[in-house]
């Protein structure tokens, strides 16, 4: 019927990125490594920076003017919405001699609307990360084809780790549980027993 939306085996997977366009975000390397899988999936890209037109330059030279769409920049707000569109998000982040991938705000809000992350071995992305998504060697566009490949074919892999990443999200990185951690930390660095150190008496 007109107006339905197509159902998940009817539509092509749809992979996700957000963040600034610039060099060091490597989507570079993730426009490549779509254009390496077979029935090339859909890449959604939202931001701005200087790196938008090369990108765009890059899909079109790759055959992927029809699958790769840029949106542009998006209010935060509409953030969830635009991630429940999506079956992976990747974090292609590549490290610089002045920088590096720090906490990845993207990667929690992914896992905690149940959305698979792919994300480069750059910075603090394999620690926020965890067991609940996928890593590759940063800018290494066959180990990123090679894992975007293995999500997109495997169904069970694709919820284990959406629930898994939902939890990851309870149980690291709910304000609770961050003022907590953060708490701890402060008690290490001044040297403060914590609860659990204190004596009656």
Known sequence: APGRAPSDSERPPTIGYYGRLVPEKGVDTLIDAIALLP???RLV????G?????????ASARGLGNRVTFRGTMPSAKIPAFLHELDVVVVPSRTRPNWKEQFGRVIVEAMSCGVPVVGSDSGEIPNV??????????GDVAALAM????LLNDP???SGLSEAGRQRVLAQYTQ???AAQTVELYREVIGTP???DEVDG
Not at 45 to 48: F, K, L, R, S
Not at 129 to 138: H, K, M, R, V
Not at 147 to 150: C, E, I, T
């Open 39 to 41: 029935h090339h999936p």
């Open 45 to 48: 890209i939202v931001g701005a």
């Open 50 to 58: 200087e790196s938008l037109d090369d990108l765009k330059a890059r």
């Open 129 to 138: 990360i965890g067991d609940a998504g996928l890593t590759f060697a940063e």
């Open 147 to 150: 894992q975007l490949g293995k």
């Open 156 to 158: 069970s892999l694709r």
């Open 176 to 178: 609770r549980q961050i």
């Open 194 to 196: 914590g609860p659990q």
